[in-house]
């Protein structure tokens, strides 16, 4: 990923994560999936958010 990550990146990558995994995810193994798959944390202070959790709850076009 880029050195600057738009919402649409972090968006499209969640979406990846989520339809390939084949079980539920827990928000755990969702941060942790993410972190491996794009070598960082879910950036969501760049986004305006203090917690990750926040972030999710404010992409419900992703994250139901």
Do not use: C, W, Y
């Not at 990923?1 to 995810?25: H, P, W």
């Amino acid at each position: 990923m880029e050195t600057e990550t738009t919402l649409k990146d972090v968006k499209a990558s969640l979406r990846g994560i989520i339809t390939s995994s084949q079980d539920s995810l827990t928000a755990r193994r969702l941060l942790r999936d993410f972190a491996e798959m794009e070598g960082m944390p879910i950036p969501h202070r760049a986004f305006g958010f203090n917690n990750v959790l926040e972030f999710l709850a404010s992409i419900p076009d992703v994250i139901e």
